[in-house]
């Protein structure tokens, strides 16, 4: 069993953006144990240490991530395809936008606008003549609160795993978790 050094869980701690207090008010130990431990200067008991590690894990499970929150089936189209057949997936999906994804890679998106907005007799050009540019791109460990950053901004965040799409999150499912 590897036990983490005190680096390891002032890393974790701050990753999961929790305070000091907040990690011994967890754990059942005072702050300056905590500040102490991570500084190295002392060296807790095993069950002191598996307090604080239990109290860790309980933060991340409180973590919503992306993927957790995911669709892993995206309808998208390619950059090839005709804008009248990403009409119609948009409509047969119910969807105002689409990724453009090549050989699994966001490139662009389209939306019910941009074929608005590029005029009549565009439903025999290719996508890429009317498409905008890509959703963002998101790890599967991305938290809620970068989620809803980004979500701001953009219709949707697509999630990439190993520079591959593997899912897509939109406001629709965000506001579906916190209600």
Same mark, same amino acid.
């Given at each position: 069993?590897?036990?983490?050094?005190?680096? !390891?869980?002032?890393?974790?701690?701050?990753?999961?953006?929790?305070?000091?207090?907040?990690?011994?008010?967890?754990?059942?130990?005072?702050?300056?144990?905590?500040?102490?431990?991570?500084?190295?200067?002392?060296?807790?008991?095993?069950?002191?240490?598996?307090?604080?590690?239990?109290?860790? !894990?309980?933060?991340?499970?409180?973590?919503?991530?992306?993927?957790?929150?995911?669709?892993?089936?995206?309808?998208?189209?390619?950059? !090839?395809?005709?804008?009248?057949?990403?009409?119609?997936?948009?409509?047969?999906?119910?969807?105002?936008?689409?990724?453009?994804?090549?050989?699994?890679?966001?490139?662009?998106?389209?939306?019910?606008?941009?074929?608005?907005?590029?005029?009549?007799?565009?439903?025999?050009?290719?996508?890429? !003549?009317?498409?905008?540019?890509?959703?963002?791109?998101?790890?599967?460990?991305?938290?809620?609160?970068?989620?809803?950053?980004?979500?701001?901004?953009?219709?949707?965040?697509?999630?990439?795993?190993?520079?591959?799409?593997?899912?897509?999150?939109?406001?629709?499912?965000?506001?579906?978790?916190?209600?």
């Amino acid at each position: 069993m590897r036990l983490p050094t005190p680096k !390891d869980l002032r890393e974790r701690r701050t990753s999961l953006e929790l305070t000091q207090s907040e990690l011994a008010e967890r754990a059942g130990v005072s702050q300056p144990l905590i500040a102490r431990i991570e500084g190295g200067d002392v060296d807790p008991r095993l069950s002191t240490l598996r307090r604080i590690v239990e109290a860790l !894990d309980e933060a991340e499970g409180d973590v919503v991530r992306a993927k957790t929150l995911m669709h892993e089936d995206v309808i998208s189209v390619a950059p !090839d395809d005709a804008v009248s057949d990403a009409v119609q997936k948009m409509q047969d999906a119910g969807y105002s936008q689409l990724p453009v994804i090549t050989n699994g890679v966001p490139v662009g998106s389209i939306s019910d606008s941009d074929v608005v907005h590029a005029g009549e007799d565009v439903g025999d050009h290719p996508v890429r !003549d009317v498409m905008s540019e890509s959703f963002p791109t998101v790890s599967e460990d991305a938290t809620l609160e970068e989620i809803s950053s980004l979500l701001d901004h953009y219709k949707a965040v697509m999630v990439t795993h190993d520079g591959e799409t593997v899912g897509i999150i939109t406001q629709a499912d965000v506001a579906a978790r916190l209600s």
